[in-house]
């Protein structure tokens, strides 16, 4: 036993002058070679400057590219609400014998180059919230007739765990009633034991407001062809997948959809599945195809559908330009100045410092 524990030990002994002790020692006293630069002033200063002088010329192109885009922004949800309903502003939404229809009047400040790009945009609308509070709290708000159906409701949302975000089935949107994966849109999967597609709670809370914009006595068209992704109408909405049930139940939740017309053909729909990451956001609503001239006054006939006053959220109409660069958007012009800026004044600062103490 002792001669083969010997043994034993011999194997598992390295002797200290052979390469692995060498190198293993090394390893632990951090010895190993590594590149250690040794920074001067002069490199410092240097480089701080050849940064300032490249974020600068950067920031300032794409700040100017940014401040090229034209926009208007009007918000209506608050003015298309009659004087006799401005105190209680749900009731007026969900009245459906009232007219829902307004008029704004918007004026092109600077001239606007086609194409001129419609956007929707809500704000305070968590589309991406991933609590089962909001779904219910999404859910039970937007209802148009909720009061006769308030235990039903309860009922089943108590029954339900769905997340707004996950409250749909990508496998039925490109695939239709052959997919059963739809456990995940509950509650707004069937709807008098008859399957819903598009089903969920996205699709169901789609927007619904719709525009019309004249421009003199000529009506300005709108192309609303090719506003969302292609890859998404491509491969995540079948082309032969079309609207079944949907939005029949006594809850109606937003807009409703063509059932003659496949999923991968309604854009709007598309548009609005595709979840923002933000409280506020703009969604595209479609194009206006020709120049609008400085001073020219645009009326817009809206029907104001959409429910955002339930859970205190704000609806505005915005018409913007783009650039190079996309819309307007000035933090990523600034980001680079501010970087390139302090860049520079660090390296004065560090010349200075170095002209008085040096070395």
Known sequence: MELGRARSLAVRTIPRDS???TALNKFKQ???????????????ITSFLVVGFIFLPIGLTTLCASRTVVEIVDRYDSGCVPGAFRSNKVSFIKDTS??????????VRKHMKAPIYIYYQLDNYYQNHRSSAFAVNLFSKLVVHLFCFRELLKKSLRKSVSKYVKSRSDQQLLHGLKSNKTSSCDPEEFNNGLPVVPCGLIAWSLFNDTYTFIRG??????NRTNIAWESDRDSKFGKHVYPHNFQNGTLIGGGKLDPHIPLSDQEDLIVWMRTAALPSFRKLYGRIEED???????VVHLMNN?????FGGKKKLVLS????????????????????????ILSIVFLLLHMKNSR
């Open 19 to 21: 390469p692995s002790s």
């Open 292 to 298: 609008l001239e400085a001073d020219d006054v645009i």
């Open 217 to 222: 006595t000529k009506e300005l068209r709108i």
């Open 306 to 310: 959409y429910n955002t006053y339930s």
């Open 98 to 107: 009232l007219p829902k229809n307004c008029s704004r009047i918007l004026k």
């Open 30 to 44: 951090q010895n190993l070679p590594a590149c250690k630069p040794v920074l001067k002033p002069s490199c410092v």
């Open 321 to 344: 330009t783009s650039s190079w660069l996309g819309g307007r958007n000035d933090f990523l012009g600034v980001a680079y100045i501010f970087v390139g800026g302090s860049s520079i």
